[in-house]
């Protein structure tokens, strides 16, 4: 696998997931505000090129692991926008019958395994798939997606140093967005770059600007060529910033209102189009096109999730454990 002698028009369809993930959260974002969808909300806006830049290489039955910021991780890895939705929204034609919700997404037929409120969670989770993966010999890889403030907890080391010793199969995606909840990097750690703890356990690494597809691409390229011909993990760090705040309704009073325009000026789907464009893969209309059927798209998973039932009443406890 290369991404080097793709023709820049094969790229478009990176271009329509993006816009797919971007319309899709600001859509869940004005539910939320009309209180047609409750709870907490993570949103990955302004991230999306991480989601893309990954997914986009993987085949179906790669198994992906998430947080609890994942909506566009199991997108790009094809999840059902109107299961998804109708999970969001608590309904029982989601996929997890509405009782998972925003954080505990699960789209097993597209390999998106499963998604978790608990920071750093799915990291060992995605070991055990690699372990399958490698017993099996099919030659899928493990990805897991996970924040800066994962790389303080103590199964993130464990897990680095177990796939590392394993050489597992596995591939660790850190989207260091510089902030754990309110708390910027500097405050929870004096290690700056999360790649670095790759280092130490001997995993190869790379550090990547997070907002570019391209490069987040040909990294995670690299990193799943070495995966999959049996030489262990990879570790890709990308720079990133989030342009919400930690959860909807965060007033975000912890970031400069001039660091957020200025963040918003690197916005992912803005730098793909203009670099689309230079390749003379797309024009204008085409532009206003993808957008558009992104957003009809979306709004109709919109009118399923919330036209759907609720879970009935005598289904509370089934699919559940204490
Ligand atoms: C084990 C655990 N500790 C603390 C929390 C509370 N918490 C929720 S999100 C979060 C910050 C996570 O930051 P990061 O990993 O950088 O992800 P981001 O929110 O930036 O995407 C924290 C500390 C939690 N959910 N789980
Ligand atoms: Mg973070």
């Given at each position: 696998m290369t991404t080097k002698r793709e023709k820049p028009t094969e790229l478009v369809p990176l271009l329509r997931t993006m816009w797919l993930i971007r319309a899709f959260e600001e859509k869940v974002s004005a539910l939320y505000a009309a209180r047609q969808i409750v709870g907490l909300l993570h949103l990955g806006i302004g991230q999306e090129a991480v989601a893309v830049g990954t997914c986009g290489?993987?085949?179906?039955?790669d198994y992906v692991f998430g947080g609890h910021r994942s909506h566009g991780h199991a997108i790009a890895k094809g999840a059902d926008i109107n299961r998804l939705m109708a999970e969001i929204a608590g309904r029982a034609t989601g996929y997890c019958a509405g009782k998972g919700g925003s954080m505990h997404i699960v789209a097993m037929e597209a390999g998106f395994v499963t998604a978790t409120g608990v920071v750093g969670g799915t990291i060992p989770l995605a070991l055990g798939a690699a372990f399958a993966a490698k017993e099996t010999g099919k030659g899928q890889v493990a990805v897991v997606f996970f924040g800066d403030?994962?790389?303080?907890?103590g199964p993130f080391h464990e897990s680095l140093n177990i796939a590392s010793l394993w050489r597992l199969p596995v591939i660790f995606v850190c989207e260091?967005?510089?902030?754990?909840e309110f708390t910027p990097l500097s405050a929870h750690t004096l290690v700056e770059r999360l790649a670095r703890h790759a280092q130490t356990y001997n995993i190869p690494s790379s550090t990547v600007d997070g907002k570019d597809l391209l490069r987040v691409r040909d990294a995670v390229a690299e990193a799943v060529r070495h995966a999959r011909a049996g030489k262990g993990p990879a570790f890709v760090e990308c720079l990133t910033h989030r342009?919400?705040?930690?959860?909807?309704?965060?007033?975000?009073?912890?970031?400069e209102l001039s660091q957020l325009a200025e963040w918003k000026s690197k916005d992912p789907i803005a730098r793909f189009i203009r670099e689309l464009k230079r390749k003379k893969a797309l024009s204008d209309q085409e532009v206003e096109a993808i957008e558009d059927e992104a957003r009809d798209l979306v709004e109709r998973a919109a009118e399923f999730a919330i036209a759907s039932p609720w879970p009935a009443e005598e289904e509370v406890d089934s699919q559940v454990t204490a």
């Amino acid at each position: 696998m290369t991404t080097k002698r793709e023709k820049p028009t094969e790229l478009v369809p990176l271009l329509r997931t993006m816009w797919l993930i971007r319309a899709f959260e600001e859509k869940v974002s004005a539910l939320y505000a009309a209180r047609q969808i409750v709870g907490l909300l993570h949103l990955g806006i302004g991230q999306e090129a991480v989601a893309v830049g990954t997914c986009g290489l993987l085949r179906t039955d790669d198994y992906v692991f998430g947080g609890h910021r994942s909506h566009g991780h199991a997108i790009a890895k094809g999840a059902d926008i109107n299961r998804l939705m109708a999970e969001i929204a608590g309904r029982a034609t989601g996929y997890c019958a509405g009782k998972g919700g925003s954080m505990h997404i699960v789209a097993m037929e597209a390999g998106f395994v499963t998604a978790t409120g608990v920071v750093g969670g799915t990291i060992p989770l995605a070991l055990g798939a690699a372990f399958a993966a490698k017993e099996t010999g099919k030659g899928q890889v493990a990805v897991v997606f996970f924040g800066d403030g994962a790389g303080q907890a103590g199964p993130f080391h464990e897990s680095l140093n177990i796939a590392s010793l394993w050489r597992l199969p596995v591939i660790f995606v850190c989207e260091n967005n510089g902030y754990a909840e309110f708390t910027p990097l500097s405050a929870h750690t004096l290690v700056e770059r999360l790649a670095r703890h790759a280092q130490t356990y001997n995993i190869p690494s790379s550090t990547v600007d997070g907002k570019d597809l391209l490069r987040v691409r040909d990294a995670v390229a690299e990193a799943v060529r070495h995966a999959r011909a049996g030489k262990g993990p990879a570790f890709v760090e990308c720079l990133t910033h989030r342009l919400r705040g930690h959860y909807e309704g965060d007033p975000a009073k912890y970031r400069e209102l001039s660091q957020l325009a200025e963040w918003k000026s690197k916005d992912p789907i803005a730098r793909f189009i203009r670099e689309l464009k230079r390749k003379k893969a797309l024009s204008d209309q085409e532009v206003e096109a993808i957008e558009d059927e992104a957003r009809d798209l979306v709004e109709r998973a919109a009118e399923f999730a919330i036209a759907s039932p609720w879970p009935a009443e005598e289904e509370v406890d089934s699919q559940v454990t204490a």
